[in-house]
């Protein structure tokens, strides 16, 4: 929670449940990374948060962007950012949608199989593009690899293909997992890539860019490596894998630059025990599951909570959503405590809840609808 | 998939995602369910699917409503329901939500604990109210007892609290779980809530109601009982356990009435091949679990699919949906077999996906806009 958060949500009683981003903090996040990684072109990761205030303050500091589907290409180009510094970067794309991002300039396309390669040479004709591999994700707490990626004979296959398809054979990605909590599985991707880029060249076909993807981490109830760390154990990997002969280095960073710059603020609907006997009250806000707070989900993401009445006495408490949907309950497992004196009408906080969480509101299920969303 | 249906997907190349609801067949699942229950009132519970025109359609049927919040309830007096006709039916309410439905006439209230009891005292004085039990739920596929629902203790206390607080002690509920495939949950809650109304006589409180929920089925593709079964199995509980005195009854049927009177029609993306050995093709589509397919979770809901290739040779598929989230993946462990000939750019329909398809999805995740819906 950054001062400037607080001091809004104090200020200002805003209607429940609602979000506050605090477009300074991404500026910071973005710049502490631009220091840590020097080299490297940091494209934003869109689908963590969408919000044009964002888009348009990133484009300013000369971000890129990875946009995955034509739609945010769209909000991409409309806050400002030059076709060249947008990426399309999901694996499964309309045609449709490849065409109209060629006829808005953009040239960078990934693939992770021959049936997409051939729809971007069909409608994307020349575009630059870069082969998805399948990695170790040991250590995400959101693996990404059953869904994306290939191995590493089908990647080397398309990569030759590229050429006679009158595509540009241009880069190597990967992801390692969102959430990643330290550099460890970025690093052994890392020498999975030289290999695949020195076997290329032996063929004749010289790549010029490794993808990095994303997975840095935001601080939510546990620690987590500082970005530093990463820029560190990844530097050292590069120069250990690929010499004098670095390519540009592509990061996807999306929780990382806007997870810690946002707040929500809910409402307390209801404190009620369940039976006379168990001591565990149940606390229900006016924000669940349905209204965004989807990486609850087998209680994942941990968010830190607060409260008006921190520091008082407190006992166990499961903590659920306000809809008619028992899958709508957000910690129940681990042992969560929260004060005594909480009562219906109360307002908490949930910290770091600028990734994943607007966007997966749903369209108004029990007729609440989405969150109000504050830039500032 | 009704004949209506059938004929407007085919008669027009709508714009995929998108999903067609059939009010006619609507109309005919609630004379149905009328004609298995005619003493019964049925009470729509509009969080299955809150579109307007299936509002209207059973207002002007003399339908009943189940709301989950005070938006809802707007929704259906929007839709002409008169509000003796309306039930705030969530356990979980703001105090300001109960005192705008009681300023609009509403006169029935769900509660399961003191505190909620005591708010509606406080922000609807004088309404009827009914306490929701919990029950047991085997048998159904989305079982609700973990979140709602109270023990017989507590709602003795609770309903010999009613008069004091100035509030009609009018009835009990239950809910057995959703997608329910027989009516045997019902039939063994009957008889636990007869006790109640027993004990409560003896103490000089007569109950007017029993509210035995929903969990009424859609056909997915298991069979399930016909509404008929459900009728004479409920009827014989209510006669063998109230004896000539059946109280009134109210049903909240959500997914029964709405499930199988819609499908939904989108695009396939990509047909690959995750490696050169495995004969399990991905198939990904245009719509996933962020756009609306939610209850495939777990693989819990098993859709009907359709494609314009069926009949032909069949291959084992993993499918997907669009989205750069390896979660937004709709069927892997269940062996589904499409035909060998589906490519990009292929249609394909899921059939029953009235209820809880719209809305859950979400607010635009990755770009992509919520579903349109056409009602005929």
């Known amino acids: 929670m950054t001062p400037k958060i607080?001091?809004?949500?104090?200020?200002?009683?805003l209607p429940t449940p609602c979000i506050v981003v605090d477009l300074d903090k991404i500026e910071q996040n973005y710049l502490d990374m631009h220091a840590a990684f020097p080299a490297a072109k940091i494209f934003y990761a869109l689908k963590a948060n969408p919000g044009q205030p964002i888009l348009q303050r990133l484009a300013?500091?000369?971000a890129g962007f990875d946009a995955a589907s034509w739609e945010e290409i769209d909000m991409c180009l409309a806050a400002g950012a030059p076709p060249e510094r947008i990426s399309f970067g999901n694996t499964i794309k309309k045609a449709t949608a490849i065409r109209r991002a060629h006829a808005a300039g953009i040239d960078l396309f990934v693939f992770d199989s021959p049936e997409e390669l051939e729809k971007i040479a069909e409608n994307a004709p020349g575009a630059r593009v870069f082969c998805r591999l399948v990695v170790a994700t040991d250590g995400a707490i959101f693996p990404l690899a059953r869904k994306f990626g290939t191995g590493t004979d089908m990647a080397l296959d398309l990569m030759h293909r590229c050429t006679d398809l009158g595509l540009v054979p241009y880069g190597l990605s990967f992801h390692p997992g969102s959430q990643q909590t330290g550099p460890e599985a970025h690093e052994a991707a890392i020498g999975q890539v030289a290999m695949l880029f020195d076997a290329l060249e032996h063929d004749g076909i010289q790549l010029k860019m490794i993808n990095l993807g994303g997975g840095f981490p935001s601080r939510y109830q546990d620690e987590v490596a500082h970005i530093e760390e990463?820029?560190?154990?990844?530097?050292?990997?590069?120069?250990?894998h690929f010499g004098n002969d670095v390519p540009e280095v592509l990061l996807e960073p999306g929780r990382h630059l806007v997870g810690d710059a946002a707040a929500l603020e809910s409402e307390v609907v209801l404190v009620s025990h369940r039976s006379k006997t168990d001591p565990t009250r149940w606390v229900y806000l006016d924000i669940g599951v349905f209204g965004g707070l989807n990486e609850t989900m087998d209680e994942n993401t941990r968010y830190v909570i607060t409260t008006p009445h921190d520091g008082g006495p407190t006992g166990p408490v499961v903590i659920a959503g306000p809809t008619c949907d028992s899958f709508d309950t957000?910690?129940?497992k681990t042992n969560n405590r929260m004060p005594l004196a909480l009562k219906a009408g109360d307002r908490v906080r949930f910290h770091a809840t600028g990734a994943y969480v607007t966007t997966y509101a749903t369209n108004g299920f029990n007729g609440f609808k989405p969150l109000a969303e504050h830039y500032i």
Chains 1, 2 share one sequence.
Do not use: T
């Open 230 to 240: 990463f820029g560190r154990g990844i530097d050292r990997a590069l120069a250990y």
């Open 6 to 13: 607080e001091r809004f949500l104090d200020d200002h009683k």
């Open 60 to 62: 300013q500091l000369g």
């Open 330 to 332: 957000l910690y129940e």
